[in-house]
C-alpha cells in the first residue's frame, strides 16, 4: 500500500468525501432527488462508524465498483446527455480519490491560468462558485478585445465526457501529474471502466464534481499547446470546462493557430461540434450578454432587474420554439436565467407559455419543472396561496391538467416524464387527483420505467400519507393499499433491477412499510439486503437494521454509575450490586443516545470488529441473525452474583411506562386482534381473563413498551424462567400483580378490569 493510497483511504479522507457529495448533490444542476435519497440516508444514519468499515474494506482488497446505470438527458441539439447513476459507495471512492489532499491539488495547481471552469476550492464546498469562474472566462475576453485581439473563435468539444479513455486519462496523469502510484491509478481505472461497461463510449460519468477535475487533466495536452500557441502565433485563449475561445489581432493568426489545435483535437481522439463559430468583433456586446446570461451562475441581487429586461424577449423566443424555429444561443440563455431568477414571480403568461414548449424543448425540462412546481405549489401573483384544506383554483387546476395530459399522450423521453412528475406531485391538491395516481401506479407496475418508478413510489407514499393519519383517527385498519405499494412490490423491483444501486432503492422502501406489512417479510428482505455480496446494499441493510429494529439504552440507567468496556456495559445498583449487559455496540453518540446491535441471547458475547458490517462475502451468518433481529431481547441482562428471579423481580419493578397522549379524539374502534387480545384505536389493549400460553401474553404484554424511547425488555432466557414461575397462572392473577406493582412504582392506575371489555391496559 502507497502512502498515497493509504491517505486517501483512510475514514477521515472517506469522510470528508461524503460531505463533498451531500453538498454536490444540494447544489447540483442535474438533481435526481429522490433518487440519491436512500443512499445518502442510510450512511449519514450509520455514522462514523461507516467510515471506519469503509477504510477496513478497501484496505482489505474487498472494494470492487459496481457496475452504472445511465439516465439520458435531452440536450439541445436533440442529442441526450447520459448521466451517470452510481452507487454511493462508489461514489464516496471516486470523490475521495479526487479530494483535493490526494489528487485534486496535484492536479488543480498545474493548470494553466487560462482555465477558469471547475478549478478547486476544497472548502466546504469541493469546486470555486460556477458563477465566478463563468465571470472571470468572459471578462478576460472583454479585456482581450480592448488590446486589439479582434478575431475570435469558438468552438467547444463534441460528447467530450463521453470520449475520454480512462487509459488515456491514466497515461496523462503519469507524465504530465507525476501521478506513478499504481494502486491508485488501477484503482481509477478500474472504476471508470466498470461504469462505462454498458456504453459504446467509455468516458467520464457526468453529474459528479470528480468529473470536472479529471476533465481538466484530460485537456491540459490541449493548454500546453493553445499555451505555446500564445507565443508563437501571438494568440490568447481560453478555456471553461469543454468551451474553448482563441483570439487575435490578425485573421491569419486566427487561421493557423485553429487548424494545429484541429489536428490535436482529431489526433487525441476528440472532435468539434460542427457550429464551430469564426467572427471578427467590432465591439464586445456579445461577450457581456454571455456574461450577462450566465448559465452557470448563482443569482444576486441584480437578478430582478436582469428578469424584467428579459421578460420583454420572452414572448419572441417562445414563438420562435413553438413554431421549430432556430433559437441564439443568446435567447436560449436568456430563457435559461429568467426561469432561475424569476421562479417567485409567478408569471400566469410564463406558466402557459412554458408548459406549451415541453414536448417542443425537453432539453429545458428541468428548469421548467422548478419554474412550474413552485407557481402550481400556490407561489403566485395571480390567486392566493392554497394549502392542503382548500381546493385549487381553477386556474391552477387547468394548468396542472394540462401538464398531466403532456405527460400521459406524449413520446417523452424517461428524463422528461421524471421532471413531469416533480411538477405534477408540488401542488398539495395532487393527492385526490385519480388520474394522476392511475399515472403512477402504471409506473410502480412498469418494468421499463427503471428511474421513475422510485419517484412513483415517493410520491405514492407521500401522497397517501393524509389518508393514512385519516384512517388512523378513524379507527380503521391501515394496510398497504393505503401506501401504494406492498413487500411484494419492493420484492418484484428488486427482482428485476439491473444495477445494486437500484436494488439498495426498493430495500429503502422496506422503512415505509413497517408496521403496516408482516413483520417476518421485512426481517426475510432485511436479511437478504445484510447477505448481499454488494456494498451499496449492505449498507442499506445495516440502516435497515439501524432504524427499523433500532434499540436505546433505557433512561433508567442513566440513573445509575455505570462504566463501559468493549464488550459490555457495568452498571453499579444502589446496593453495591452490579448489572452486565453484553453489547454487541455500533456505538453513535454518548451513553444514553447510543444505538446498539441487538445481542443474540447466547451466553458469550458476540466479538465483530466495525470492518465487517462490509465484507465482499456478506459474514452475516443464519446463526446469528438473532444479533439483528432478537426481538424482545436487545439486551441480554444478567446479575452478577444473584439468581435469575431476582434479576426477573429488579426488571419488573423498572419497566418504564412509554409515553401516550391523553387526549384522543375520534370513535374508538378496534384496530387489530391477536388471539384473545384486541388493540383499539385510542392505545388500548383489552383481553379477556382466562389462561394464555404465558410466552405469548408476556410477549404482547411487551411489545406495548416497544414504542417507548426508554425502554427495557427483558431476553429469551429471562422469558424461559417466568414461564415456569408463572405457567399455572392466570391473567387475571399475573395482572393484578403487575397492576399493584405499577400502581405502586408510578402512582397510576394503568390496568383498569371492565365487566363488558374484560382487562385494559392503558398506556
Not at 101 to 124: A, E, P, V
Request: proline share 5%; with cysteine; aromatic share 12%.
Amino acid at each position: 500500500m502507497t502512502p498515497l493510497f493509504e491517505r486517501f483511504s483512510s475514514k477521515e479522507n472517506l469522510k470528508k468525501a461524503f460531505i463533498y457529495l451531500l453538498d454536490e448533490i444540494e447544489k447540483s444542476s442535474l438533481p435526481l432527488d429522490p433518487i440519491w435519497k436512500p443512499a445518502t440516508e442510510a450512511v449519514s444514519h450509520i455514522g462514523k462508524d461507516y467510515f471506519q468499515a469503509l477504510q477496513d474494506y478497501i484496505r482489505q482488497g474487498n472494494y470492487h465498483p459496481d457496475k452504472a446505470d445511465y439516465m439520458f438527458a435531452d440536450k439541445d441539439n436533440m442529442g441526450f446527455r447520459p448521466i451517470c447513476v452510481f452507487s454511493i459507495v462508489d461514489r464516496i471512492v471516486y470523490q475521495a480519490l479526487l479530494n483535493p489532499w490526494i489528487l485534486g491539488d496535484l492536479i488543480d495547481k498545474k493548470l494553466f491560468s487560462s482555465c477558469y471552469g471547475n478549478r478547486m476550492l476544497g472548502d466546504k464546498s469541493y469546486l470555486k462558485p460556477y458563477k465566478e469562474q463563468w465571470i472571470n472566462f468572459c471578462d478576460k475576453q472583454t479585456e482581450a478585445f480592448r488590446k486589439k485581439f479582434v478575431w475570435r473563435v469558438e468552438f467547444d468539444i463534441h460528447t467530450f465526457y463521453e470520449n475520454i479513455h480512462p487509459d488515456i486519462l491514466v497515461k496523462v496523469l503519469k507524465d504530465h501529474f507525476s501521478v506513478q502510484e499504481q494502486d491508485i491509478l488501477e484503482l481509477l481505472n478500474g472504476q471508470l471502466k466498470s461504469w462505462a461497461e454498458n456504453l459504446t463510449l467509455c468516458g467520464l460519468p457526468q453529474g459528479a464534481n470528480a468529473s470536472h477535475t479529471l476533465a481538466n487533466a484530460y485537456l491540459y495536452p490541449l493548454d500546453t499547446l493553445l499555451d505555446n500557441l500564445k507565443v508563437s502565433e501571438g494568440i490568447e485563449y481560453f478555456r471553461y470546462a469543454d468551451d474553448v475561445v482563441i483570439m487575435a489581432k490578425t485573421s491569419d493568426q486566427i487561421n493557423r493557430a485553429t487548424e494545429k489545435v484541429a489536428l490535436f483535437i482529431r489526433e487525441y481522439g476528440l472532435k468539434f461540434n460542427e457550429k464551430t463559430k469564426l467572427e471578427k468583433l467590432g465591439n464586445a456586446d456579445g461577450i457581456q450578454e454571455l456574461k450577462f446570461y450566465n448559465p452557470y451562475g448563482n443569482l444576486n441581487e441584480s437578478s430582478h432587474q436582469k428578469v424584467l429586461k428579459i421578460s420583454k424577449k420572452l414572448p419572441r423566443i417562445f414563438n420562435r420554439i413553438i413554431k421549430g424555429k432556430e433559437v441564439k444561443k443568446t435567447d436560449i440563455g436568456a430563457l435559461k436565467y429568467y426561469l432561475k431568477a424569476g421562479t417567485k414571480l409567478g408569471n400566469p403568461e410564463v406558466a402557459d407559455s412554458l408548459i406549451s414548449i415541453i414536448p417542443k424543448k425537453p432539453s429545458l425540462i428541468y428548469l421548467i419543472s422548478r419554474y412550474l412546481g413552485s407557481y402550481l405549489s400556490g407561489i403566485d401573483d395571480e390567486e392566493t396561496i392554497h394549502d392542503v384544506y382548500n381546493p385549487p383554483t381553477k386556474v391552477i387546476a387547468s394548468r396542472w391538467n394540462k401538464i398531466l395530459k403532456i405527460y400521459s399522450d406524449n413520446p417523452l423521453s424517461e428524463w422528461t416524464r421524471f421532471w413531469l412528475m416533480k411538477i405534477l406531485v408540488a401542488p398539495p391538491f395532487a393527492k385526490n387527483e385519480p388520474k394522476f395516481l392511475s399515472e403512477l401506479d402504471k409506473v410502480i407496475a412498469n418494468s421499463t420505467d427503471r428511474f421513475l418508478k422510485p419517484l412513483a413510489f415517493f410520491y405514492r407514499a407521500y401522497l397517501r400519507d393524509t389518508i393514512r393519519w385519516k384512517k388512523v383517527m378513524d379507527g380503521e385498519k391501515i394496510d398497504a393499499i393505503d401506501l401504494g405499494f406492498t413487500a411484494d412490490d419492493i420484492k418484484r423491483n428488486i427482482k428485476n433491477s439491473k444495477t445494486e444501486s437500484e436494488k439498495s432503492v426498493y430495500y429503502y422502501f422496506l422503512v415505509y412499510l413497517n408496521g403496516i406489512e408482516d413483520d417476518g417479510v421485512i426481517k426475510s428482505l432485511v436479511y437478504e439486503a445484510l447477505q448481499s455480496k454488494s456494498s451499496e446494499i449492505q449498507t442499506m441493510g445495516i440502516f435497515l437494521v439501524k432504524k427499523i429494529y433500532r434499540i436505546e439504552l433505557p433512561e433508567l440507567l442513566k440513573k445509575y454509575t455505570h462504566k463501559m468496556t468493549p464488550n459490555e456495559l457495568i452498571i453499579e445498583m444502589p446496593d453495591n450490586r452490579e448489572w452486565r449487559i453484553d453489547l454487541h455496540a455500533d456505538k453513535v453518540g454518548e451513553l444514553g443516545k447510543a444505538y446498539f446491535k441487538l445481542s443474540s441471547s447466547t451466553k458469550e458475547p458476540i466479538k465483530t470488529k466495525p470492518s465487517e458490517l462490509l465484507t465482499g462475502d456478506g459474514k452475516i451468518a443464519h446463526d446469528k441473525l438473532s444479533q439483528f433481529f432478537g426481538m424482545p431481547n436487545p439486551l441480554r441482562v444478567e446479575l452478577v452474583g444473584d439468581s435469575r428471579m431476582t434479576v426477573i423481580k429488579e426488571i419488573r419493578k423498572n419497566i418504564p411506562l412509554p409515553k401516550v397522549s391523553s387526549s384522543f379524539v375520534g370513535k374508538k374502534k378496534m384496530v387489530r386482534k391477536a388471539g384473545d387480545l384486541a388493540y383499539y384505536n385510542d392505545g388500548t389493549v383489552h383481553f379477556k381473563d382466562g389462561i394464555l400460553p404465558m410466552r405469548v401474553q408476556l410477549r404482547d404484554i411487551c411489545t406495548l413498551f416497544i414504542n417507548s424511547p426508554n425502554q427495557l425488555i427483558t431476553s429469551d432466557d429471562i422469558y424461559d424462567q417466568l414461564d415456569k414461575a408463572l405457567n399455572k397462572t392466570t391473567i387475571s392473577k399475573y395482572v393484578s400483580e403487575l397492576h399493584t406493582l405499577l400502581k405502586t412504582k408510578y402512582q397510576r392506575s394503568v390496568i383498569t378490569n371492565d365487566k363488558k371489555n374484560g382487562w385494559i391496559f392503558r398506556p
